[in-house]
């Protein structure tokens, strides 16, 4: 059987490290490419992450509710 032409042939003059580099990184990326549909999947994460982020948000602007003076006081 002849090999593929879709896939990159090492060269020789590669170091076993620079490999090994190669190899951890692509191994990075499909993790990351994994991760993402997952992610996407996970409806509950999503509510939970959307839930926290209006809570902040909130919080926020309640605290700071009473600071700003009122533009109507003003009239």
């Known amino acids: 059987m002849t090999p593929s032409n879709d896939r990159p042939q090492p060269a020789d003059s590669q170091a076993p490290e620079e ?3 190669q190899v951890e990184q692509t ?3 499909l993790g990351e490419t994994v ?3 997952a992610a996407k999947a ?3 994460a999503q509510a ?3 839930a926290a982020a209006v809570t ?5 602007v309640a605290a ?3 600071q700003q003076p009122s533009r109507v ?3």
Do not use: M, S
Not at 56 to 60: F, G, L, V
């Open 35 to 37: 991760e993402a549909p």
């Open 42 to 44: 996970d409806i509950k």
């Open 48 to 50: 939970k992450q959307t």
């Open 64 to 66: 700071h509710a009473g």
């Open 73 to 75: 006081a003003g009239r």
């Open 19 to 21: 490999l090994r580099q």
């Open 27 to 29: 191994r990075q990326e």
């Open 56 to 60: 902040e948000q909130a919080d926020h």
